[in-house]
């Protein structure tokens, strides 16, 4: 059993430790929380902790917390040259203090706390300074997921760019059409099947060949009488962008 | 058995053509199309046809043809006081010429030759000029699909609108981060679980409750080091204007 400690309590961390709390090869020792609250209900009472000097021994100290408190939070545990990963798709490696041996532990996936996920299906991105410590997040990684890659740190910030184009600005044009399906009293719910349809396209064609649209065919009379019908200034300036980054794309 | 006759030989005319083959209780009479090699493996010969002196009776004609060509497509038709609906999401009914009766059969669906669809799940929209003429247009797209609605013209357009920043923006932000992919030597594969777990997302939570990411979360450092990485101008300035939508949006 690799026993792995977990330092945060917010949706990185939520999934964690019920993806480790299921796993065969892991024990997950303890779980470090400012606001115990939030996990509560996941984890026996003596498994959480509140202060860094409670931290028992542990093979893997994973940091799950927001990008700006990495450093900080690696500065502070009371130990040297133990394994720690943190889960980032930004920071570099080295975000991590010296006085540890560094890895990056980073699952890629968007994460709500009132939605649950298939972790086998996450991809999870690997690092460590060292082969050995390899070894370990990869047996880690591997007891929770069936896809497990290498990746270095300009390629983790590299595809964490390409995940805030394909899943957060993907969810906000998402908000922009139930924006308009409601100023015109229509269901969001009649677009379902096509948001369905343009994610089954993307898995069997490239993005190239699955691109249709007024844009794509330089239709100019239709993209016009769009944005006649868009009175939002917000709303205009992305159709415009969009339209013409599609227009020029090689 | 009511018979309907396609005007058209494109992705739509293509998609309804295999549907209505497959209706219980439709007959496809003929099917008009200035390449008729684009069909000919989807009919028997005598069923195309490529000249409108040789349309014969039916119940329902359906012009699916581009935009730009529907009206004069309507004013070609040999005939006068008959049923006639376009497909177009954009177009009013009334670009239909007034010698005969005017619909709209509009499947709110992204379509491409190359893949199949299920018409069962395809919302289709319909609009008539009486009453009389949209128990006709909703028998047969009951024939094909089991989510059929009614619609004016301003909201099919507001609709269209709405599938242009679902499907086609949404598909580019795809292609964008296909490109930061290809640029970082990494597989776009790691990313379709994402794309997956986006659109599972949608389904059972609205985009506002969906929404995460650093912009949403006024992460600036992180959205800094993103905006450092792309070198691309089109690609910042998409990435600019996303961010501000959604930092803005209510």
Redesign the interface.
């Known amino acids: 059993m690799i026993k792995v400690s977990l330092i945060g309590s917010g949706?990185v961390a939520h999934h964690l430790i019920e993806a480790f709390s299921k796993a065969a090869n892991v024990e997950l020792v303890q779980v470090m929380a400012r606001h115990p609250e939030n996990i509560s209900h996941l984890l026996s009472p003596n498994q959480i902790i509140s202060d860094y000097s409670q931290l028992l021994e542990a093979d893997l100290y994973i940091i799950a917390v927001?990008?700006?408190a990495v450093s900080e939070v690696s500065q502070q545990l009371p130990f040297k040259n133990k394994l720690v990963a943190h889960t980032s798709g930004?920071l570099a490696m080295d975000a991590l203090a010296d006085n540890n041996r560094k890895a990056v532990f980073y699952p890629?996936?968007?994460?709500?706390k009132?939605?649950s996920?298939d972790f086998k299906?996450?991809?999870i991105?690997l690092e460590s300074a060292n082969a050995t410590d390899f070894k370990v997040v990869e047996q880690v990684a591997k007891s929770i997921s069936d896809?497990v890659?290498t990746?270095n740190s300009?390629?983790r910030?590299?595809?964490?760019?390409?995940?805030?184009?394909?899943?957060?600005?993907?969810?906000?044009?998402?908000?922009?059409?139930?924006d308009?399906?409601k100023?015109?009293?229509?269901s969001f719910e009649?677009?379902?099947?096509?948001?369905?349809?343009?994610?089954?396209?993307?898995?069997?064609?490239?993005?190239?060949?699955?691109?249709?649209?007024?844009?794509?065919?330089n239709?100019q009379?239709?993209i016009d009488?769009?944005l006649a019908?868009?009175k939002d200034a917000?709303q205009k300036?992305?159709?415009t962008?969009?339209t013409q980054?599609?227009q020029?794309?090689e």
């Open positions: 949706n927001s990008d700006a930004s890629l996936q968007t994460f709500s009132t939605k996920v299906m996450i991809p991105g896809q890659f990746i300009v390629q910030k590299a595809l964490h760019v390409a995940a805030v184009f394909m899943n957060n600005f993907t969810n906000h044009l998402y908000q922009i059409g139930a308009i399906c100023e015109h009293q229509l009649i677009l379902k099947p096509l948001i369905r349809e343009t994610t089954e396209k993307i898995m069997v064609l490239s993005p190239a060949e699955a691109q249709t649209g007024p844009a794509k065919r239709d009379q239709t009488s769009h019908l868009l917000n300036a992305i159709y962008l969009l980054s599609i020029n794309h």
